[in-house]
């Protein structure tokens, strides 16, 4: 069985060295909100239709998939997880896409730098940057989810149609 993992990077937040608060409840600035709601529309136009969509438990995270649930129609298909907040890898990703063996187009919303280094490890290597707003699709066969390819990487500008 093949499967497509579509990582999207959370969109632009507020800056880290600006926020006098707890990181997770760091949101969208107002600019990532509406370049979301661009993307979200770009997504819809390629026909991703996941299965489900899993996001980090962080602030931007949620409001990211929230955003694209809500324009690919599939917001009682969205679910939070822990594992995609800190230290998330390949094995999270393993263990997240087993709980869920019904997605075959499975959409995982989280953060840097764990995004790009599990992206290049399902790969084989190599170095992937994904951008804030960025949308990565890996095709992966078995369920440890080996062989992986990429098979694009697109930019938050060309999901807008900027």
């Known amino acids: ?12 937040a507020a800056p880290r060295a600006a926020w006098e608060g707890d990181d997770g409840l760091r949101p969208l600035t107002p ?30 995270a949620r409001e990211t998939a929230a955003i694209v649930a809500e324009a690919l129609g599939v917001h009682d298909r969205l679910f939070e997880d822990a594992r995609l ?17 019904e997605a075959t187009d499975l959409m995982v ?13 399902l790969i084989g290597g190599g170095f992937v940057d994904i951008k804030k707003g960025g949308l990565a699709r890996v095709d992966v066969s078995g369920p440890g989810l080996e062989d992986g390819v990429l098979a694009w990487l697109l930019t938050p500008a060309l999901l807008a149609g900027e």
């Open 1 to 12: 069985m093949t499967r497509r993992i579509y990582f999207l990077r959370h969109g632009k």
């Open 31 to 60: 600019e990532g909100e509406a370049l979301m709601l661009r993307e979200a529309a770009g997504i819809r136009r390629l026909g991703v239709a996941p299965d489900a969509i899993v996001t980090s438990p962080l602030v931007r």
């Open 85 to 101: 907040a800190h230290g998330f890898d390949a094995r999270c990703l393993e263990r997240i896409a087993a709980a869920r063996p």
């Open 109 to 121: 919303v989280g953060h840097e730098p764990e995004f790009s280094a599990t992206i290049a490890e």
